[in-house]
T-cell receptor, first 113, second 111 residues
Framework: EPEVTQTPSHQVTQMGQEVILRCVPISNHLYFYWYRQILGQKVEFLVSFYNNEISEKSEIFDDQFSVERPDGSNFTLKIRSTKLEDSAMYFC???????????FGSGTRLTVV | GENVEQHPSTLSVQEGDSAVIKCTYSDSASNYFPWYKQELGKRPQLIID?????GEKKDQRIAVTLNKTAKHFSLHITETQPEDSAVYFCAARSNDYKLSFGAGTTVTVRA
């Protein structure tokens, strides 16, 4: 079964540093997403990406965040200057048709110290 | 935007009994309602979904019902087993670009 692949599985970074979280969506999927989940809380929408541009973003997705699809396979989330409250599990997801049939990646646990 | 409320936040059932989780949504334009199961430390996995033109859908021990008029939908798990223990999230789609998730229900199946 096709999978969404995320790397790294765990990232520890110092406050103020930049991090890049990487995702390889399923190859025939057209819609890409980033969600985050603070420990013990709900899954929160960050951003969606379609046709090489951001289609929607939440209030969490401020100027410190950016996404990129640098080539035909990778989809990255960059946090420019990390804060302690950015510590969370970050999930990438992709879907073939809009937001139906999401497949989530296994997540990157980001710890900001 | 869409607001999804989910109840209860925790649910403990005896093995073999049924579990029911309820969600409400706010946007009457929402038309797709998936349910995800998340085991500890793992990714959310889609277990069943329902579209707004259908009132009920069943897959083995799992069923989902949708009441569009009342804007609520429910997950029913029958004959629960220990491996059903997990966090369950409901979600609703109001446009092509995102799902809005409920806060999750931690289900514990007691042996």
């Amino acid at each position: 079964e096709p999978e969404v692949t995320q790397t790294p599985s765990h990232q520890v970074t110092q406050m103020g540093q930049e991090v890049i979280l990487r995702c390889v969506p399923i190859s025939n999927h057209l819609y890409f997403y980033w969600y985050r989940q603070i420990l013990g809380q709900k899954v929160e929408f960050l951003v969606s990406f379609y046709n090489n541009e951001i289609s929607e973003k939440s209030e969490i997705f401020d100027d410190q965040f950016s996404v990129e699809r640098p080539d035909g396979s990778n989809f990255t989330l960059k946090i420019r200057s990390t804060k302690l409250e950015d510590s969370a599990m970050y999930f990438c997801a992709s879907s073939e048709q809009g937001s139906e049939g999401y497949t989530f990646g296994s997540g990157t646990r980001l710890t900001v110290v | 935007g869409e607001n999804v409320e989910q109840h209860p936040s925790t649910l403990s059932v005896q093995e073999g009994d049924s579990a029911v989780i309820k969600c409400t949504y706010s946007d009457s334009a929402s038309n797709y309602f998936p349910w995800y199961k998340q085991e500890l430390g793992k990714r959310p996995q889609l277990i069943i979904d329902i579209r707004s033109n259908v009132g009920e859908k069943k897959d083995q021990r799992i069923a989902v019902t949708l009441n569009k008029t009342a804007k609520h939908f429910s997950l029913h798990i029958t004959e629960t087993q220990p491996e059903d223990s997990a966090v369950y999230f409901c979600a609703a789609r109001s446009n092509d670009y995102k799902l809005s998730f409920g806060a999750g229900t931690t289900v514990t199946v007691r042996a």
